[in-house]
């Protein structure tokens, strides 16, 4: 008699990141980092030359300081909207330089 695992795909997923959480948690980076191009559009990644999260902090290197000087404004409402868009808590803060 064959047995079956009636587990939900889901559950499974959760388990596997409750034992993985350094890969749930890059994986969340990741989000975070394709967030910046799906919220801030094309305009804003022809200006991006290096974004990566480390320590809870998404750090940017933009090309233009008019669009550095602007995005710096709005530190707070980009960390709040990128975090929604990743569907977790991933960074508290973003240096951009």
């Not at 559950?11 to 989000?31: C, G």
């Not at 669009?67 to 973003?94: F, H, M, P, W």
Request: proline share 1%; charged share 30%.
């Amino acid at each position: 008699m064959k047995r079956r695992n009636t587990q939900a795909i889901g559950e499974v997923l959760r388990d596997f990141f409750e034992d993985n959480t350094e890969l749930y948690e890059k994986i969340l980076e990741i989000r975070i980092e394709r967030a910046w191009k799906e919220v801030l559009g094309p305009m804003v990644m022809q200006y991006t030359r290096n974004i990566y999260v480390r320590e809870h902090i998404l750090h940017v290197s933009l090309t233009s300081s008019v669009l550095r000087s602007e995005l710096t404004l709005c530190r707070e409402r980009l960390v709040k909207s990128l975090n929604e868009y990743a569907g977790a808590t991933v960074i508290q803060d973003i240096v951009i330089r």
